[in-house]
């Protein structure tokens, strides 16, 4: 990897680590519970982030790895209690958030649920198990999870084969039902038919 690599690791490092930061310091006590149960953690690591660091100590840290991290970078941090501005850098600039979403992801999470919550994955049938085969296909059911991984989907499909099922003769969908419709349109393939 190239030094310019490194330092947009660094970079990005640094800014996930204030946004779990001031997100785990700044939810209120008053924050209402989850709304289901959840088995998928949320953040592995949240508890790490317990130093606290003065503004001017993180607009420095901050403002050192963006520097070094290219042309392509910005940042733009607020204080999740006060909405007061802790840090900005090329903040006006539009630019692709590609897979940094899921630090809005985390951060959103970690705010409404706490770092003990978790989101859950689950597999449902299209039809009933007939003599080891679904002839309907699988729906996988996500929450919204940005920790899945390959090892996670292998654990459920181990647990589908576990409940008895051998053969699947349908297709297999992702149900996205959770998601609101703003920010996205429905996948071929992908997206089941409503």
């Not at 310091?25 to 209402?32: I, L, Q, R």
């Not at 949320?42 to 606290?52: F, N, Q």
Request: glycine letters at 14%.
């Amino acid at each position: 990897m190239s030094g310019f690599g490194h330092r947009a690791i660094g970079a990005l490092a640094t800014c996930a680590a204030a946004c779990v930061a001031l997100a785990a310091g700044s939810v209120p006590a008053s924050a209402s519970g989850p709304d289901r149960a959840f088995s998928t953690p949320v953040a592995k690591g949240a508890g790490a982030a317990r130093t606290a660091v003065s503004q001017s100590a993180l607009r420095r840290g901050l403002a050192k790895h963006l520097r070094g991290a290219g042309g392509r970078s910005a940042a733009w941090v607020l204080d999740a209690e006060s909405g007061g501005l802790l840090f900005s850098s090329g903040a006006g600039r539009k630019l692709q958030l590609a897979s940094n979403t899921k630090l809005f992801t985390t951060a959103t999470a970690l705010g409404r649920f706490g770092p003990g919550e978790r989101l859950r994955t689950t597999v449902w049938a299209g039809d009933d198990v007939a003599d080891g085969t679904v002839g309907k296909g699988l729906f996988l059911r996500g929450a919204g999870d940005p920790t899945l991984s390959t090892r996670d989907l292998s654990k459920l499909a181990k647990q589908v084969a576990a409940a008895g099922v051998e053969r699947v003769k349908g297709p297999l969908l992702y149900d996205d039902a959770f998601l609101d419709r703003r920010d996205g349109v429905p996948q071929r393939g992908i997206t089941p038919e409503r």
